[in-house]
């Protein structure tokens, strides 16, 4: 017996290697010189077009501050003429004579228009802080979609060294049935088992051989989607991390955070702060509105030839709206309905926030429990392999007791390689449920977005058709 226990022994401690290799397996399966989950992300953060193109809408709503502010700035617009004018006059009895005239004029003239509201029932500063709430908003569209390129480049990169791992298992898994049928062979042919476990050793290294053509296929998937979020195909991948050192440290304190942060509400509320500022803009229309108008023109051979004249005007304009047909009235009421509709939406966010952190911690949480549960099946089902395969020997258990038991671990494998990615990838997602998930928080090595900057250059612009990078 003690001999026994010290066969088992050594037996377990060699079982337990191979488990650690299997790990390594799982973290740096391609290589020693690898990239890592961070430089992953600034990668995927540096040249995704998905969030180019966010980048370029928002610098597009930048512009409708200037467009709101021209509102305070005057119209100055020119206009030119010219022409030609042929002239004949006769006497009263319809004969031509020494009374009569005849001639040609060139009537020219050009002048300068200048228009300048003064008032307009506040409808220009609404429309300016309208369009700054639209500027707001469309930065948190962009942080959102910052978080979400993220988590999906997080995803890519734990999936491709799971699948990896998983395939590095099914090809160790065809090697050993391949080796379990060549010793069930030979044992058949000296008489000690049947050809029915023969047979069932043949239909597991079958099943095997699919299993391994599938995750070879599943590992395909991932390279494929690693490129299309990231941007290169995979080759050296060093491990991956959870994000546990930035996430809240309750659940309670996750809900408070994201509901104050997330960009996905903060967006909703300035879309808010948008509508109701719209009404507002309705409602100037119904105010008097007051515009001066200038100009200064001259104009040459209007009734003589080599005559003159020059003109200058200026005048004070007030309109006073008294009946629209009630159009404006109910473009007023829409607005209101289309604020109130926003603020309901923002109601609703709230509550996909919530519902989106508990998800994310109980997943956490959850895949905690799976790979402690899953080194606990591993340690065992080595231990129940060891027994099987020494009583197999003995001819205490059959050949589909020892493939069942091998079965069992590779099983196990398989399940905390997928335990260890999903906790990785849990994390990352109760970080970005909570609105946290940047290139700032993580630190990554690369330069930082900043939406503020075109911002800056385009809203006190009076002219200019380039872009200020060089369009």
């Given at each position: 017996?003690?001999?026994?226990?010290?066969?088992?022994k050594?037996?377990?401690r060699?079982?337990?290697?191979?488990?650690a290799?299997?790990?390594?397996i799982i973290?740096?399966?391609?290589?020693?010189?690898?990239e890592t989950?961070p430089?992953?992300?600034?990668?995927a953060?540096?040249r995704?077009?998905?969030?180019?193109?966010?980048?370029?809408?928002?610098r597009?709503?930048d512009?409708?501050?200037p467009?709101?502010l021209?509102?305070?700035?005057?119209?100055?617009?020119?206009e030119a003429?010219?022409g030609?004018?042929?002239?004949?006059?006769?006497?009263?009895g319809?004969?031509?004579?020494?009374?009569?005239q005849s001639?040609?004029?060139?009537?020219?003239?050009?002048?300068?228009?200048?228009?300048?509201?003064?008032?307009?029932?506040?409808r220009?500063?609404?429309?300016?802080r309208t369009?700054?709430?639209?500027?707001l908003?469309?930065?948190?569209?962009?942080?959102?979609?910052?978080?979400?390129?993220?988590?999906?480049?997080?995803s890519?990169?734990?999936?491709?060294?799971?699948?990896?791992?998983?395939?590095?298992?099914?090809?160790?898994?065809?090697k050993?049935?391949?080796?379990q049928?060549?010793?069930?062979?030979?044992?058949?042919?000296?008489?000690?088992?049947?050809?029915?476990?023969?047979?069932?050793?043949?239909?597991?290294?079958?099943?095997?051989?699919?299993?391994?053509s599938?995750?070879?296929?599943?590992?395909?998937?991932?390279?494929?989607r690693?490129?299309?979020?990231?941007?290169?195909?995979?080759?050296?991948?060093?491990?991956?991390?959870p994000a546990?050192?930035?996430?809240p440290r309750?659940?309670?304190?996750?809900?408070?955070v994201?509901?104050?942060?997330h960009?996905?509400?903060k967006?909703?509320?300035?879309g808010v702060?948008?509508?109701?500022?719209?009404?507002?803009?309705?409602?100037?229309?119904?105010?008097?509105s007051?515009?001066?108008s200038?100009?200064?023109?001259?104009?040459?051979?209007?009734e003589?030839?080599?005559?003159?004249?020059?003109?200058?005007t200026?005048?004070v304009?007030?309109?006073?709206?008294?009946?629209?047909?009630?159009?404006v009235?109910?473009?007023?009421?829409?607005?209101k309905e289309?604020?109130g509709?926003r603020?309901?939406?923002?109601e609703?966010?709230?509550?996909?926030?919530?519902a989106?952190?508990?998800?994310?911690?109980g997943q956490?949480?959850?895949?905690k429990?799976?790979?402690?549960?899953?080194?606990?099946?591993?340690?065992?089902?080595?231990?129940?392999?060891?027994?099987?395969r020494e009583?197999?020997?003995?001819?205490?258990?059959?050949?589909?007791?020892?493939?069942?038991?091998?079965?069992?671990?590779?099983?196990?494998?398989?399940?905390l390689?997928?335990?260890?990615r999903?906790?990785?990838?849990?994390?990352?997602?109760?970080?970005?449920?909570?609105?946290?998930?940047?290139a700032?928080?993580?630190?990554?090595?690369?330069?930082?977005?900043?939406?503020k900057?075109?911002?800056?250059?385009?809203?006190?612009?009076?002219?200019?058709?380039?872009?200020?990078?060089?369009?």
């Open positions: 017996l003690w001999s026994d226990y010290k066969f088992y050594r037996r377990i060699s079982l337990i290697g191979t488990l290799l299997i790990a390594t973290f740096s399966s391609y290589g020693a010189v690898a989950l430089d992953a992300l600034a990668r953060y540096r995704s077009p998905r969030l180019n193109a966010e980048r370029a809408g928002v597009a709503v512009e409708n501050v467009r709101a021209s509102g305070y700035r005057p119209r100055i617009s020119a003429d010219a030609v004018a042929s002239m004949r006059s006769s006497t009263p319809g004969v031509q004579g020494a009374g009569g001639g040609s004029l060139f009537p020219r003239g050009a002048g300068i228009t200048l228009n300048q509201t003064l008032f307009d029932g506040f220009t500063r609404n429309n300016v369009a700054e709430s639209q500027v908003g469309a930065r948190e569209a962009l942080r959102n979609t910052e978080q979400n390129l993220l988590f999906d480049a997080v890519a990169y734990m999936n491709v060294l799971r699948d990896t791992a998983i395939l590095e298992l099914q090809r160790n898994n065809v050993l049935l391949n080796e049928l060549s010793q069930t062979r030979e044992r058949y042919e000296a008489g000690q088992v049947t050809r029915t476990d023969v047979s069932q050793a043949e239909a597991r290294l079958a099943g095997s051989g699919s299993q391994n599938l995750a070879e296929a599943n590992l395909r998937a991932s390279i494929a690693y490129h299309q979020v990231i941007g290169v195909d995979p080759k050296t991948l060093a491990p991956g991390q546990d050192r930035w996430l309750s659940l309670p304190v996750a809900v408070q994201a509901l104050a942060e960009p996905a509400i967006a909703s509320l300035h702060d948008a509508a109701e500022l719209e009404v507002k803009v309705v409602e100037g229309e119904l105010f008097p007051l515009g001066l200038a100009g200064l023109s001259r104009r040459n051979d209007v003589t030839r080599g005559d003159a004249q020059t003109a200058a200026a005048v304009r007030l309109t006073v709206p008294i009946y629209e047909g009630g159009e009235y109910a473009r007023m009421r829409q607005a289309a604020a509709q603020r309901i939406d923002v609703v966010t709230r509550d996909q926030v919530r989106a952190v508990l998800s994310a911690w956490l949480e959850a895949t429990a799976q790979i402690t549960a899953a080194q606990t099946q591993i340690q065992a089902s080595e231990i129940a392999l060891t027994g099987v009583e197999a020997r003995v001819g205490q258990r059959t050949t589909l007791e020892v493939l069942n038991a091998q079965q069992e671990l590779l099983n196990a494998r398989v399940n390689v997928t335990a260890q999903d906790r990785v990838v849990a994390s990352y997602s109760v970080l970005s449920a909570v609105g946290r998930l940047s700032r928080v993580l630190a990554l090595r690369t330069p930082s977005y900043d939406a900057r075109h911002f800056d250059q385009v809203k006190d612009l009076w002219i200019g058709v380039r872009t200020p990078d060089g369009r």
